[in-house]
Nanobody, 128 residues
Framework: VQLQASGGGLVQPGESLKLSCAASGGTLSSYHMGWFRQAPGKEREFVTV????????FYANSVKGRFTVSRDNAKNTIYLQMNNLKPEDTAVYYC??????????????????????WGQGTLVTVSS
């Protein structure tokens, strides 16, 4: 599976962006899918994860209430709607397939090592 993230850009604080992650060479419908981000000089960190059906989601505390993950399995795409963006949201955002069977264990779902296929990332810059 190859993943292509898109939709990043430069926005002002308080504005919104919607990221997309499209797959080719395979179907995403059977995967839990995660979004991570990596700010300059920092480690890659968990943002959110969504179950194959879209019925279960988990978020990092830093984005809860502002970000919403969704998916369209017919389009083989997942999305990340980001509202009320803050300068600290500035990072390269990555999508990835989760290799475990369920996302109930917080330690696993937030572990970079539990994700298998990664997209190339899309840069989000929040600045006035």
């Amino acid at each position: 599976v190859q993943l292509q993230a898109s939709g990043g850009g430069l926005v002002q604080p308080g504005e919104s962006l919607k990221l997309s992650c499209a797959a080719s060479g395979g179907t995403l419908s059977s995967y839990h899918m995660g979004w991570f981000r990596q700010a300059p000089g920092k480690e890659r960190e968990f943002v959110t994860v969504i179950s194959p059906s879209g019925g279960t989601t988990f978020y990092a505390n830093s984005v809860k209430g502002r970000f919403t993950v969704s998916r369209d399995n017919a389009k083989n795409t997942i999305y990340l709607q980001m509202n009320n963006l803050k300068p600290e949201d500035t990072a390269v955002y990555y999508c990835a397939t989760y290799r475990e069977e369920n996302i109930l264990a917080k330690r696993n779902r937030e572990d970079v090592g539990k994700y298998e296929h990664w997209g190339q990332g899309t840069l989000v810059t929040v600045s006035s």
